[in-house]
């Protein structure tokens, strides 16, 4: 069946340093989404990509969906304490179902 | 618009009871998830309604587990009989439409002893 893969599973990071999570899917995806979701807290949707090699960007936060829309990536610029959180990408099939990847948790040192 | 309401909030029960979970989508939205999210499991879809229909149920883990959709602005999940390994955190979210994010309610943290 559809998998989506998202590495890696854990990221710790010094204040102000970059951090970047992929994601792959085993199947062409008609879209991509990513979500961030705070320590006990839920899912807060972050954007959609669609088309193939969109690149997409909020402040400091770029997202890019390849050319095959098979993958995805999330790219954090001097991260802040405020990121801290795990990051999902979930990927839509053309059969409408939708598939979670296993996050990235993101941790930051002051 | 109060976004996506779920309830209860935290749910503790013993093994073999009944537990039902309700939710109440953001309104206009017309499509409804159900996941359950676990540490060791991640973020699991269990199923999804389009216009209050069952669309796919694949995820849901076995008979003990069914979920409803009697109108466009309430849905149940329920667990019956429950087991401690249902313990899990279940999000109901809701979309308009497949092109649009989902917005996710608080979750239910149910524990099952």
């Known amino acids: 069946g559809q998998q989506v893969m998202q590495i890696p599973q854990y990221q710790h990071v010094q204040e102000g340093e970059d951090f970047t999570t992929y994601c792959n899917s085993s199947t062409t995806l008609s879209n991509i989404q990513w979500y961030k979701q705070r320590p006990g807290g839920h899912p807060v949707f972050l954007i959609q990509?669609?088309?193939?090699?969109e690149v997409k960007k909020q402040k400091r936060l770029t997202f890019q969906f390849g050319e095959a829309k098979k993958n995805s990536s999330l790219h954090i610029t001097a991260t802040q304490t405020t990121d801290v959180g795990t990051y999902f990408c979930a990927g839509y099939s053309s059969a409408s179902k939708i598939i979670f990847g296993s996050g990235t948790r993101l941790s930051i040192r002051p | 618009d109060a976004g996506v309401i779920q309830s209860p909030r935290h749910e503790v029960t013993e093994m073999g009871q009944e537990v039902t979970l309700r939710c109440k989508p953001i309104?206009?939205?017309?499509?409804l998830f159900w996941y359950r999210q676990t540490m060791m499991r991640g973020l699991e879809l269990l199923i999804y309604?389009?216009?209050?229909?069952?669309?796919?149920d694949s995820g849901m883990p076995e008979d003990r587990f069914s979920a409803k959709m009697p109108n466009a602005s309430f849905s149940t999940l329920k667990i019956q009989p429950s087991e401690p390994r249902d313990s899990a955190v279940y999000f109901c979210a809701s979309s308009l439409g497949t092109s649009g994010g989902a917005w996710f309610g608080p979750g239910t943290r149910l524990l099952v002893l």
């Open positions: 990509l669609v088309k193939s090699g």
């Open positions: 309104s206009g939205h017309d499509y």
């Open positions: 309604f389009n216009n209050n229909v069952p669309i796919d």
